[in-house]
Structure formats: C-alpha cells, structure tokens
C-alpha cells in the first residue's frame, strides 16, 4: 500500500531530487536550464534561510523501506532587490510515473499554506508553453494568467513562450 506524504525536504532527498530535475533538463521545455546543475546548487537552495524560501519533498515510504522522493516543489526569491521580499516564485516537479494523482496538488497546497504563515504576500510561476499539467495545476491551487512572454526561450530547436501565473495570498 502506498504511504505518499509531504515533509521539508533533507540532504538525503537531494540526489533524487537532482535526478527528477536533470530528465527534464535533457529533454523538456519546463525548465530552461540547459546543463544539468551541480547538486550543491540543491543544498544551496536547501541552506536557504530566507523567509519564504522552502523546498518539500512528495515521499513514498513504503516502497523500499527508506522515503523515496516522487518529486518536489520549491519557492524562492522572485527578484533580488529588496522590494521583491514579500513575493516568491515557485516550482514543482514530478518523476515521470507519479503525475495526474494529485501529487503536485498536495505539494502546492502545503507550499502555499508555509508562505502565507511567512507573510508572502504575492506567488508568482512561469510556464513553459505548452503545458496543459501544469497550467492546469495553477488554476486549482487559485492562480490567474496574468501574461504571456512570447519566444523567451529557445531549447531544443524551439522557440518557446512563458506564461506567468500569480497568486495575491493576502487580502
Ligand atoms: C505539472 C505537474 C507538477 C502537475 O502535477 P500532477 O500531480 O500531475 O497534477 P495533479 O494530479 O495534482 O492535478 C492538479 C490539477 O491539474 C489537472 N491536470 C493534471 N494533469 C493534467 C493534464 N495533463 N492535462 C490537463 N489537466 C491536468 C488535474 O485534473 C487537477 O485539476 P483539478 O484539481 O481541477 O481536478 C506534473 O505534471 C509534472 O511534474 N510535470 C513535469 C514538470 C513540469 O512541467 N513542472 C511544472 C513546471 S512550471
């Protein structure tokens, strides 16, 4: 039986989690990132103590007796300057057989409830396009569309456009 939970990510986790992220580094569009980063810029994000920064970790703990990561979602700082401290970006990422059963959901739905105790104010996420999964996700967890950059990257012989999604947690 299946023991899926969310927890804040540990060291441990990152080597699963580094290995998530490069498939999708190597062959997809969701992410931009051409060159698979080094784990150390994973236990840079994991070091964070930024308020507002956070990386969790989907687990399932019964598959070989030790948590093994299905995938995770993250939120750090949107725009250096310090006007930018009250919004986050974020991000989620799923291995290939744990989507479409509400992982990224439950994922989001904690990531958000950790921002809104650290006084973010506004969430904002880009998406590739197209990206039905994850456009699809956004507007459950209470994001709008708000823009689309057209051609902003380029990867895999395509021109590829982003959407921006934003979420105002606070009233
Ligand atoms: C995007 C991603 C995180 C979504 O996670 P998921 O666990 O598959 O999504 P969930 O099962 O939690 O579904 C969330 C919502 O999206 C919908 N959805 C999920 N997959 C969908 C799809 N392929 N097409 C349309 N809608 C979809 C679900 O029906 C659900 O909507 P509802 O709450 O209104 O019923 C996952 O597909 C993934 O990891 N994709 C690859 C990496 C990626 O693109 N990351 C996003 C970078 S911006």
Redesign the pocket.
């Known amino acids: 039986m299946s023991d899926v939970r969310v927890r804040a990510a540990v060291e441990a986790d990152l080597p699963a989690v580094k290995a998530?992220y490069d498939v999708?580094v190597a062959g997809?569009i969701?992410?931009f990132d051409l060159e698979p980063p080094p784990l150390s810029y994973w236990s840079a994000r994991l070091a964070s103590e930024a308020r507002g920064d956070h990386l969790l970790v989907a687990v399932d703990g019964t598959l070989s007796g030790s948590d093994d990561v299905l995938?995770y979602?993250y939120s750090s700082s949107y725009r250096p300057r310090p006007a930018y401290d009250r919004t986050r970006e974020v991000?989620?990422?799923?291995?290939?057989g744990?989507?479409?059963?509400?992982?990224?959901?439950?994922?989001?739905d904690d990531l958000l409830a950790r921002l809104a105790d650290d006084d973010v104010h506004t969430v904002l996420?880009?998406?590739?396009l197209p990206?039905?999964?994850?456009?699809?996700?956004?507007?459950?967890?209470g994001f709008e569309r708000v823009g689309v950059l057209p051609e902003v990257g380029h990867k895999l012989g395509r021109r590829i456009d982003t959407a921006l999604y934003a979420r105002v947690l606070a009233g």
């Open positions: 998530i999708q997809r969701a992410t995938g979602a991000s989620v990422y799923l291995a290939d744990a989507r479409g059963r509400g992982l990224g959901r439950a994922l989001y996420a880009v998406v590739a990206n039905p999964a994850s456009e699809a996700l956004h507007r459950a967890c």
